[in-house]
C-alpha cells in the first residue's frame, strides 16, 4: 500500500471519530435502531424518534440554543441556502437589501447571487487588513431596506473569528435579522445563542469528527416567522425541512458535537501547542508570514505565504494533504477569493497553502511537515520572478 501523505486538511473535512461511527452503524441493520423517526404509532419508529430528539439535544447543547430550534439539514451549504433564501422568501415583496461579505464561503455567495437574480440588491463587504469583518463596515452598510445580514463566525481558509457579538447587536438594533455561517466555528470558538443576538446560525457534522450529509440550522425566536421552507414534502421539522430524518446522520452528529462539548477545553490546549509547535520554525523562514489577524483566531487553521525563493506546492502535497486555496475553490483552480480580498495577487495567492491541524495531529506529524516543508522551499534554485 502507498504511504499516505500526512493530513493537515481538517479544514476541508474530518475523519469520523471512532466512537461516532459506533454510533451511526447501531442506527442501520435490522437488530438496530433503523425505523423511521416519523413512524410514530410503533416501537421502531419511536426508538428512532427518541434518538434524534436526543441528538438535538447534544447538538442544541454545544451551543447554547433550545434543542427545538434546530432544523436538521444535509449540511451547511443547505442550511446557508435555507437562512438566505428561506428568509428573502418570506418577505413577500420584491427588492430590499441584503449584507454579506467578500471572503464568506460559496455556499452563501452563490446563494447571494441567486438572491440578487431575484431582484434582491447584496453588499459584499471588505475585510480588513486582519481578514476580519468590523461592526464599523457592517453599520456604514445598513440600509433601511437591509432585511438580513450574513457573516461567518470563522473563515474557513484563513481561521479568523469575527466578532459576531458586537455585529450582531447592531444589526438587531437596526430591525434586520442576522444569520451565521457557523461551520468552522462550532467545537472551536465558545457559542452560546442564549446570549448571542443572532437569529440564524448554520452548522456541519463532518467538520467536526462527525459525517458528511448532515448539519442543522439554528433558528431563533424572531426568525421563525420569518422564514420559509425550501424543501416540501410531509412537513418534517416543523414544515421548515421535510424528508425522512437520517437517524444515522443525525445520531453521529448529535455524538459529534457532544464529543466536542466534552473535550473542548483540552483539545482546544493540544491544537495551540501543536501550532506553536509548527509555526514557530515556518514564521522563522524568510520571507514567510501568516494570512489574517494573529490574534483573533482559532488556533486550528493557518494560512501561511511564501514570498521568498523556490515554493512548488503541487510536488509538496506529494507528503502533505494541505489545501492550495481552499477546497472548495481548488475545483475551479481559480485564486481563492478570500486572499484576493485581503489585497493578495494571483501570483502570492498561488504560494499561499492553508495548513489545518485536528483531534489526530500529532508531533510526529507537525515535525515532519516542518522538515518537508522546509527541504522543498530550500532544495529549489534560489531565485523567482
Ligand atoms: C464546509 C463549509 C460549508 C459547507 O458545509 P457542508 O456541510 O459541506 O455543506 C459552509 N460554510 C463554511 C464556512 C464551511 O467551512
Not at 452598510?141 to 463566525?153: C, E, G, K, P, W
Not at 424572531?222 to 422564514?227: E, K, S, T, V
Not at 515535525?367 to 530550500?378: F, N, R, Y
Request: with cysteine; glycine share 8%; net charge negative.
Amino acid at each position: 500500500m502507498n504511504k499516505r501523505p500526512l493530513y493537515f486538511d481538517y479544514a476541508a473535512t474530518t475523519p469520523v471519530d471512532e466512537r461516532v461511527i459506533q454510533v451511526m452503524v447501531e442506527c442501520l441493520g435490522f437488530d438496530g435502531n433503523f425505523g423511521n423517526p416519523a413512524s410514530s404509532s410503533h416501537a421502531f419508529g419511536q426508538q428512532a424518534r427518541q434518538t434524534v430528539e436526543q441528538a438535538r439535544r447534544q447538538v442544541a447543547e454545544l451551543v447554547g440554543a433550545e434543542a427545538e430550534q434546530m432544523v436538521w439539514t444535509s449540511g451547511a451549504t443547505e442550511s446557508n441556502n435555507l437562512a438566505l433564501k428561506g428568509v428573502a422568501q418570506a418577505r413577500g415583496v420584491a427588492g430590499g437589501h441584503v449584507i454579506t461579505s467578500q471572503i464568506e464561503h460559496k455556499a452563501i455567495l452563490d446563494t447571494a447571487r441567486q438572491l440578487q437574480d431575484s431582484g434582491v440588491e447584496v453588499t459584499y463587504l471588505v475585510p480588513d487588513a486582519d481578514g476580519l469583518i468590523t461592526a464599523q463596515a457592517v453599520s456604514d452598510a445598513m440600509r433601511d431596506d437591509t432585511f438580513l445580514v450574513s457573516l461567518m463566525l470563522v473563515n474557513n481558509e484563513l481561521g479568523t473569528v469575527n466578532d459576531i457579538p458586537a455585529i450582531g447587536h447592531l444589526v438587531r438594533e437596526r430591525g434586520a435579522l442576522f444569520h451565521v455561517d457557523a461551520a468552522q466555528g462550532a467545537g472551536k470558538v465558545k457559542i452560546d445563542l442564549a446570549e448571542w443576538p443572532v437569529d440564524l446560525m448554520s452548522f456541519s457534522a463532518h467538520k467536526l469528527y462527525g459525517p458528511k450529509g448532515i448539519g442543522a440550522l439554528y433558528v431563533g425566536p424572531r426568525a421563525r416567522p420569518r422564514l420559509l421552507a425550501q424543501i416540501h414534502g410531509g412537513g418534517h421539522e416543523g414544515g421548515l425541512r421535510s424528508g425522512t430524518l437520517a437517524t444515522h446522520q443525525i445520531a453521529a452528529m448529535g455524538a459529534a458535537f457532544a464529543l466536542a462539548a466534552a473535550a473542548f477545553d483540552e483539545e482546544k490546549a493540544l491544537i495551540v501547542r501543536l501550532r506553536e509547535r509548527l509555526l514557530d520554525p515556518l514564521l522563522g523562514m524568510p520571507g514567510v508570514r501568516l494570512n489574517g489577524s494573529p490574534t483573533r483566531r482559532i488556533p486550528h487553521t493557518l494560512s501561511l505565504t511564501f514570498s521568498e525563493g523556490e515554493f512548488n506546492s503541487a510536488a509538496l502535497l506529494a507528503s502533505i494533504a494541505f489545501s492550495a486555496t481552499s477546497a472548495c475553490n481548488s475545483a475551479s483552480n481559480a485564486p481563492s477569493h478570500v486572499l484576493l480580498a485581503l489585497g493578495h495577487d494571483a501570483h502570492s495567492a498561488s504560494r499561499t497553502i492553508r495548513l489545518s491541524l485536528g483531534r489526530f495531529t500529532t508531533e510526529q506529524d507537525i515535525d515532519l511537515a516542518v522538515h518537508l516543508i522546509k527541504t522543498a522551499c530550500a532544495s529549489a534554485p534560489a531565485f523567482w520572478q
